[in-house]
């Protein structure tokens, strides 16, 4: 069960993930392109994985196929909302520095919504 949206206004796309099967994965990989196309460049993503578990093994080389996509797309931030340290660390192995989780949703949103630092 999970479910996808585009706030235009705040350009964020939000993935709320309670559960997620092989079958389920390539509905969710087709709405998540259709939300990338929506976005304009800049786009920040949410991921919502408070009541979600680790996804198995093939859920989760599927779904890391979204890190190119997204990149592809535009996308300056992503944050994944996950109180599971172990999926936390499952985020990590699937999207590595482009994505930072954190336990808390205040935490993910502050991180997406604070400035890019520029560094020259």
């Not at 079958?23 to 259709?34: A, C, L, T």
């Not at 800049?42 to 979600?52: A, Q, R």
């Not at 954190?102 to 919504?113: C, G, K, P, R």
Request: net charge neutral; proline share 4%.
């Amino acid at each position: 069960m999970f479910e996808i949206t585009y706030n235009e206004q705040s350009n964020q796309i939000t993935c709320a993930i309670r559960s997620i099967t092989m079958e389920e994965v390539i509905h969710y990989i087709e709405y998540y392109k259709q939300a990338v196309q929506q976005a304009k460049p800049g786009f920040i993503v949410l991921g919502d994985l408070s009541l979600s578990r680790r996804f198995p093994q093939q859920v989760a080389v599927a779904l890391a196929s979204l890190g190119p996509i997204s990149q592809e797309h535009g996308i300056a931030k992503w944050a994944f909302y996950a109180p599971s340290v172990t999926l936390r660390i499952q985020m990590k192995q699937m999207f590595g520095s482009m994505a930072a989780s954190f336990d808390s949703l205040e935490e993910a949103q502050a991180y997406l919504t604070a400035p890019v630092k520029t560094i020259r």
